[in-house]
């Protein structure tokens, strides 16, 4: 598969006139709730009215935070993408860069992103060539030590970015990954989602990490490959991940979205997702089969990984997340 040199994407930005390192998100010891633009009438909760306590700014080991560059595509999730928005900002993180790349939105996005611009690294609104390209763009202009990407209609949970800065800064770990929860929009319903232990020959199984819910060190990372629509985290993981330490953060991290348009229910995105996997399948082979060893060494040791690690604590979410009910399954 042909991928993009992000150089080149990086380049083209700096003709436009845009300066890097791009500025740090603003930072304030007493939050940055009671500056930013009021909630729409109704929301309450995370992230509208509670903000993540801010820390300060020097870790407890004496150093200070690393830079934690956070990338967002978008496309017409208008209704969605303030609340993603406002869960990175909320987060109240001391050294953070965040990039929004739009794809020229024809719903309200450009003006949700025109009002938190104070805010943001960086944001445009241009046309694109899909979500992959998208994500290239903003991590060509990514300085951070480590970098993650949310999509536009999911937002990450109370300290996750604290959280994960404290986590790379005890383990010796390359690729951080944690639990999620999964919402269901049209429901009003969440449910948790707990990962799996992740070894290299368990990569061709697909489902095992929740990209909202990662972040890797910059020195490993590698541009998303713009030929695949759909299963773009999937076929990143075959060629980020192998030979490098990974690390499972055992809470969730931040919160998926089901909704109308998604492209994991959407039936309009059911032939793209065909696709996909023909062309990954093309590249890496087929994944283990029902009956092969491997596939059963691999249920096997996930339900035993399962049973031992200890189960998420939800009653701490529970009330940043009251407009919701909840459904007590993994």
Same mark, same amino acid.
């Given at each position: 598969?042909?991928?993009?040199?992000?150089?080149?994407?990086?380049?083209?930005?700096?003709?436009?006139?845009?300066?890097?390192?791009?500025?740090?998100?603003?930072?304030?010891?007493?939050?940055?709730? %009671?500056?930013?633009?009021?909630?729409?009438?109704?929301?309450? %909760?995370?992230?509208?009215?509670?903000?993540?306590?801010?820390?300060?700014?020097?870790?407890?080991? %004496?150093?200070?935070?690393?830079?934690?560059?956070?990338?967002?595509?978008?496309?017409?999730?208008?209704?969605?993408?303030?609340?993603?928005?406002?869960?990175?900002?909320?987060?109240?993180?001391?050294?953070?860069?965040?990039?929004?790349?739009?794809?020229?939105?024809?719903?309200?996005?450009?003006?949700?992103?025109?009002?938190?611009?104070?805010?943001?690294?960086?944001?445009?609104?241009?046309?694109?060539?899909?979500?992959?390209?998208?994500?290239?763009? %903003?991590?060509?202009?990514?300085?951070?030590?480590?970098?993650?990407?949310?999509?536009?209609?999911?937002?990450?949970?109370?300290?996750?970015?604290?959280?994960?800065?404290?986590?790379?800064?005890?383990?010796?770990?390359?690729?951080?990954?944690?639990?999620?929860?999964?919402?269901?929009?049209?429901?009003?319903?969440?449910?948790?989602?707990?990962?799996?232990?992740?070894?290299?020959?368990?990569?061709?199984?697909?489902?095992?990490?929740?990209?909202?819910?990662?972040?890797?060190?910059?020195?490993?990372?590698?541009?998303?490959?713009?030929?695949?629509?759909?299963?773009?985290?999937?076929?990143?993981?075959?060629?980020?991940?192998?030979?490098?330490?990974?690390?499972?953060?055992?809470?969730?991290?931040?919160?998926?979205?089901?909704?109308?348009?998604?492209?994991?229910?959407?039936?309009?995105?059911?032939?793209?997702?065909?696709?996909?996997?023909?062309?990954?399948?093309?590249?890496?082979?087929?994944?283990?089969?029902?009956?092969?060893?491997?596939?059963?060494?691999?249920?096997?040791?996930?339900?035993?990984?399962?049973?031992?690690?200890?189960?998420?604590?939800?009653?701490?979410?529970?009330?940043?997340?009251?407009?919701?009910?909840?459904?007590?399954?993994?």
């Amino acid at each position: 598969m042909q991928l993009p040199n992000l150089s080149n994407y990086k380049q083209e930005f700096i003709r436009q006139g845009i300066s890097t390192p791009l500025p740090t998100v603003p930072f304030s010891s007493v939050g940055l709730l %009671g500056v930013l633009p009021p909630p729409p009438s109704g929301n309450t %909760g995370w992230p509208w009215t509670v903000e993540t306590k801010p820390v300060s700014e020097i870790m407890s080991n %004496g150093l200070p935070w690393p830079k934690i560059s956070i990338v967002t595509p978008s496309y017409n999730q208008g209704r969605f993408i303030e609340e993603t928005i406002r869960s990175v900002l909320l987060q109240n993180y001391p050294n953070l860069e965040f990039i929004i790349c739009d794809g020229d939105s024809n719903d309200d996005t450009k003006q949700i992103l025109e009002k938190y611009s104070p805010w943001l690294s960086f944001w445009q609104s241009k046309k694109d060539r899909g979500q992959g390209h998208a994500i290239n763009l %903003g991590f060509s202009l990514a300085s951070g030590e480590y970098l993650g990407w949310i999509n536009s209609d999911d937002f990450y949970l109370p300290s996750c970015l604290e959280n994960i800065a404290n986590h790379f800064s005890k383990h010796s770990s390359d690729f951080i990954y944690g639990n999620a929860l999964t919402l269901y929009e049209n429901q009003r319903k969440i449910s948790s989602w707990q990962g799996y232990i992740v070894l290299d020959r368990y990569l061709r199984f697909g489902g095992l990490i929740a990209s909202h819910a990662a972040f890797w060190k910059s020195s490993i990372h590698v541009p998303i490959c713009e030929t695949i629509n759909c299963a773009i985290d999937y076929e990143l993981w075959l060629r980020l991940l192998p030979k490098k330490v990974k690390s499972h953060f055992k809470a969730p991290l931040s919160v998926v979205r089901i909704q109308a348009q998604s492209k994991s229910s959407h039936n309009r995105y059911k032939n793209l997702w065909k696709e996909d996997y023909e062309k990954i399948f093309m590249v890496y082979g087929l994944p283990p089969q029902l009956r092969s060893f491997l596939y059963y060494e691999f249920r096997l040791v996930q339900k035993i990984y399962r049973k031992i690690i200890k189960k998420t604590e939800l009653n701490k979410l529970k009330p940043f997340l009251q407009n919701y009910s909840w459904v007590e399954t993994d």
